[in-house]
């Protein structure tokens, strides 16, 4: 009933925007911005903590920009999902349809990474060396995880992981 009003006055309502929006609809001159909070599966909390890693470090460029950025609460499967679905993420430039393929896989990445990271599985000088971001270097790429700026984690065994008591790889 509402956007059928606003359509009627001539005032556009904008997506929700994960560097733009906070949990509740703003005016953004004469439109409207649709609020994060009253995204389906996106609670204010997550909100929160959405605009809490906007401000401290800066706006998002990618998915997985945000996934690094955000706390391990906000990167969840179901979440992420909802966002997309309703373009929270549209201003990063990349489709919706690639994001839906890759977003599950770089949720489940991000998450073990921040895990690890909790868990303090880094090696003395203070970096995660055993995992590595699979960045697309080679150039332009018809996978859609690398259109969308998601990328995978990955093992790096070449030189070993200090402390697993393994041997480095052939």
Not at 110 to 130: F, L, M, T, Y
Not at 147 to 167: K, R, Y
Request: glycine fraction near 10%; include cysteine; charged fraction near 25%.
């Amino acid at each position: 009933i509402y956007l059928n009003e606003c359509r009627r006055m001539g005032i556009s309502v904008l997506p929700p925007d994960v560097n733009e929006s906070i949990g509740f609809f703003t005016a953004v001159g004469d439109d409207i911005r649709f609020g994060m909070g009253a995204v389906r599966n996106v609670g204010f909390a997550v909100v929160e903590q959405i605009k809490a890693a906007r401000e401290e470090k800066g706006a998002f460029t990618s998915l997985h920009d945000f996934l690094r950025k955000v706390p391990i609460q906000a990167a969840n499967k179901r979440t992420v999902e909802s966002l997309i679905k309703a373009g929270a993420f549209d201003s990063l430039g990349s489709t919706r349809r690639a994001l839906l393929e890759v977003h599950e896989d770089a949720v489940d990445s991000a998450v073990s990474v921040k895990r690890n990271e909790a868990n303090g599985e880094s090696n003395r000088d203070g970096h995660n060396h055993n995992l590595g971001w699979n960045c697309g270097a080679e150039g332009p790429s018809d996978d859609p995880a690398v259109q969308a700026g998601v990328f995978t984690f990955e093992v790096h065994p070449a030189e070993g992981i200090p402390g697993d008591g393994l041997p480095p790889a052939p």
